[in-house]
């Protein structure tokens, strides 16, 4: 552990000249694999925490992500928050082995050379929950406790029954995505910088994928920085979105829905939060998830869509349901949505 401190990076700035390489100003930590990983923290110091929560970003975002709390909650419940940036994203370096399973072993060695202890819990948004599910495979003795916010699916799971998934057209959309960014990497290059269009102001009369909440809670966030067609334009940012989408939506070596409760004496330590309209995740197969897997928390956002994270007082909730044990009935499915 002594050794692993010591190799902490210290905010430098790394400025070559390069446009395309921006000073390095994050403190960064050193992976056993020669990689560094850029990281912030948050809340109270580490030293006087009572819980400490690694927050892992989704698809295109960052260590930057929005995640609101009340200060006096923090302060109330002593959290002590760890971002970093994925491989390959914001300031860390790219895994040119990245893979489901090295989502988690980030997330442990990161840990470890922090000394947060032995114990943490790991909250994950839209695409970055596979690495939470991946430190529920095979870290499971490191997690305090898990929260996945509209959590991606990958329709390769095979525990999924035919008759759910078989007239999923996102299913479609996803096979379709898979097909063009594993054997096709140069043409989809080209499309995406000539036709992506992820700012707020553009998307506002295309709202396809976001519902009413979704596009209140955009005019009001700085939209996808990492997703813009300047941006898309480097070769390294593009490799880094496209290796994470493969990886996320390829085959897994294990279906998440056989595992196991990694703390069977605390019955509300996982929790799954899905927003009813999300039209990128069907509700529907996050409630066969949680029916498959019941030491799950399920909640769900009645007029919630994808960007859960963004609602004024849901990351507050979230917090509270993880670390209290408390439950609102607002985000209990309806009875009458209940899909068999």
């Known amino acids: 552990m002594i050794h692993q401190a010591t190799q902490v990076v210290a905010p430098v700035e790394i400025d070559d000249g390069s446009p395309e390489d921006p000073p390095v100003r994050s403190p960064r930590v050193k992976l056993s694999d020669g990689r560094h990983l850029a990281y912030r923290e948050r809340g109270v110091p580490k030293a006087k925490s ?9 698809f295109g975002s960052s260590k930057e992500m929005n995640f609101q709390v009340p200060q006096e909650l923090i302060e109330e419940l002593g959290i002590y928050f760890l971002l970093y940036d994925r491989a390959g994203y914001g300031e860390s370096d790219p895994n040119p082995r990245r893979s489901v399973k090295s989502e988690a072993f980030d997330i442990q060695e990161l840990a470890d050379q922090l000394q947060i202890g032995p114990k943490f819990y790991v909250i994950g948004v839209s695409m970055g929950s ?21 959590p991606v699916i990958n329709y390769r799971w095979p525990s999924f029954p035919n008759s759910l998934i078989r007239e999923d057209y996102r299913r479609t959309i996803v096979k379709l995505a898979y097909w063009i960014a594993k054997y096709t990497p140069g043409l989809l290059h080209w499309w995406v910088t000539q036709k992506w269009f992820p700012s707020p102001s553009s998307m506002e009369d295309k709202p396809v994928f976001f519902n009413k909440r979704d596009m209140e809670a955009l005019k009001k966030s700085d939209g996808f920085p990492m997703l813009t067609k300047e ?7 593009y490799d880094t979105l496209r290796t994470d989408f493969l990886v996320c939506y390829g085959h897994w070596d294990f279906d998440p829905m056989e595992l196991c409760n990694p703390l069977p004496q605390n019955e509300s330590c996982v929790h799954i939060w899905q927003g009813y309209e999300d039209k990128i995740v069907p509700f529907e197969l996050q409630r066969c998830i949680s029916k498959k897997l019941p030491w799950i928390q399920y909640h769900e956002v009645s007029d919630g869509g994808h960007f859960l994270v963004h609602y ?5 909730a979230i917090l509270r349901s993880l670390l209290l044990g408390e439950e609102h009935h607002l985000y209990r499915p309806s009875a009458d949505k209940i899909v068999p």
């Open 50 to 58: 009572n819980c400490n929560i690694i927050l892992v970003h989704g």
């Open 130 to 150: 596979y690495p939470i599910w991946s430190c529920l495979k095979y870290i499971p003795e490191r997690l305090a406790g898990v929260a996945m916010i509209v």
């Open 231 to 237: 941006r898309l334009r480097d070769q390294s940012v």
């Open 312 to 316: 004024n007082g849901l990351c507050e």
